[in-house]
T-cell receptor, first 110, second 113 residues
């Protein structure tokens, strides 16, 4: 079993819709969770970080964390074509090792 | 400008010829790490360093070496590169891995023939 799992996609949504990206992790003591966006050929850049159960909102983005279910998600409201990218879930495990999921490709159709 | 700088950006080399990819950050970050990115596998951590002279293995350390003699620099060394090390490599730094975002370098595309 992979330590951090994401649906590889591609996930295709129409412009203006809500895109929902999901991630599960296996290390129960993980405390820090991050969502990065990566455009093709570019470096990853941080979208959201979340550390406690519940929702965290930042503009059009909402991160949700459920430690009991070992599940973290990212919602993108009012999706725009510029949101088309690969979204990477990252989990920092005990000992400070960082594990990334394989990423979900998102396409937003104009 | 705060940044992580990797060099070279592109490198083609032959099997067995030692090479070093440099990484330097100007943000006084404690934590630095190296990743490789391969299609379908995402980013996999090779090595990380919590501070000067402190390094630890990530998920895929075989065939790689690192050193952290200065806080700002974290070079990645391939003593005897092989074709399966052909990949896109990223260096990243952060104040602390659990509390803050990581800043990534521009990436180094390595091809070993």
């Amino acid at each position: 079993q992979k330590e951090v799992e994401q649906n590889s996609g591609p996930l295709s949504v129409p412009e203006g819709a809500i895109a929902s990206l999901n991630c599960t992790y296996s290390d129960r003591v993980s405390q820090s969770f991050f969502w990065y966006r990566q455009y093709s050929g570019k470096s990853p850049e941080l979208i959201m970080s979340i550390y406690s159960n519940g929702d965290k909102e930042d503009g059009r983005f909402t991160a949700q964390l459920n430690k009991a279910s070992q599940y973290v998600s990212l919602l993108i409201r009012d999706s725009q074509p510029s949101d088309s990218a690969t979204y990477l879930c990252a989990v920092v495990e005990r000992g400070f090792k960082t594990i990334f999921g394989a990423g979900t490709r998102l396409f937003v159709k104009a | 400008e705060a940044q992580v700088t990797q060099n070279p950006r592109y490198l083609i080399t032959v099997t067995g010829k030692k090479l070093t990819v440099t990484c330097s950050q100007n943000m006084n970050h404690e934590y630095m790490s190296w990743y490789r990115q391969d299609p379908g596998l995402g980013l996999r951590q090779i090595y990380y360093s919590m501070n000067v002279e402190v390094t630890d293995k990530g998920d895929v350390p075989e065939g790689y070496k690192v050193s952290r003699k200065e806080k700002r620099n974290f070079p990645l060394i391939l003593e005897s590169p092989s074709p399966n090390q052909t990949s896109l490599y990223f260096c990243a730094s952060s104040i602390h891995p659990t509390a803050t975002e990581a800043f990534f370098g521009q990436g180094t595309r390595l091809t070993v023939v």
